[in-house]
């Protein structure tokens, strides 16, 4: 168990419509990151938040969004929804130290019909 | 632009034998490498990362990686495999300048397969 908690685990939703995945860091890691899972792009960054504030963006979509509360849990919200959304979204957290690694979430697969 | 690059979509190799799954990379200043394992329906998990220090790294389930700044690569291997190791390996790469932020690269993946 990598401590960092992602919901829900699957979501089936139409095109058109929009979501929000759900992300808890591991304790005490103050920042954030999104990555996109697809067969086509593979594994690509999205965005990155550091206790509340966005830190770096990747390939997000303008459709894309994302939030970090006070509690440091994080949201991305995905609007205008399109079959090309489908994917698994992981949500990774990691200390601020130049020595360490990135603990991923057991990600949201989503599909969009 | 920086990349990685993991030349196999597939290695096939048989329990017991030694394993080499291939990463090589493409960016500015020192980089931070990594190693990740994805098994079915499942996160990512890390197994080990080069940061400085000692070219050969060992990580988790008993894999190691050589670090080789001339070839640009980090080819990740394991003296004997198990039918367990099968899954997708992640070679991930952290550029230097990054800020000590983890905005990895991810090469595309490759599969082990190991045969009983």
């Known amino acids: 168990d990598s401590g960092v908690t992602q919901t829900p685990k699957h979501l089936i939703t139409a095109t058109g419509q929009r979501v929000t995945l759900r992300c808890s860091p591991r304790s005490g890691d103050l920042s954030v990151y ?10 690509q960054f999205l965005i990155h938040y550091y206790n509340g504030e966005e830190r770096a963006k990747g390939n997000i979509l303008e459709r894309f969004s994302a939030q970090q509360f ?9 609007s205008s929804l399109e079959l090309g959304d489908s994917a ?26 | 632009a920086q990349s990685v690059a993991q030349p196999e979509d597939q290695v096939n190799v048989a329990e017991g034998n030694p394993l080499t799954v291939k990463c090589t990379y493409s960016v500015s200043g020192n980089p931070y490498l990594f190693w990740y394992v994805q098994y079915p329906n499942r996160g990512l998990q890390f ?50 300048l990054s800020g000590g932020y983890n905005k990895l690269i991810f090469g595309a993946g490759t599969r082990l397969a190991v045969h009983p």
Not at chain 1, 34 to 43: A, E, H, N, V
Not at chain 2, 56 to 79: C, D, I, M, R, W
């Open chain 1, 34 to 43: 999104w990555y996109q899972q697809s067969l086509d792009q593979g594994l």
């Open chain 1, 70 to 78: 006070p509690d440091l849990h994080s949201e991305l919200n995905l």
């Open chain 1, 88 to 113: 698994l979204y992981f949500c990774a957290s990691s200390a601020t130290r130049m020595n360490t690694e990135a603990f991923f979430g057991q990600g949201t697969r989503l599909t969009v019909v």
């Open chain 2, 47 to 96: 197994l080990l990362k080069y940061i400085t220090g000692d070219n050969l790294v060992k990580g988790s389930y008993g894999f190691e990686a050589e670090f080789n700044k001339s070839q640009t690569s980090f080819h990740l291997k394991k003296p004997s495999a198990l039918v367990s190791d099968s899954a997708l390996y992640f070679c991930a790469v952290r550029p230097f």
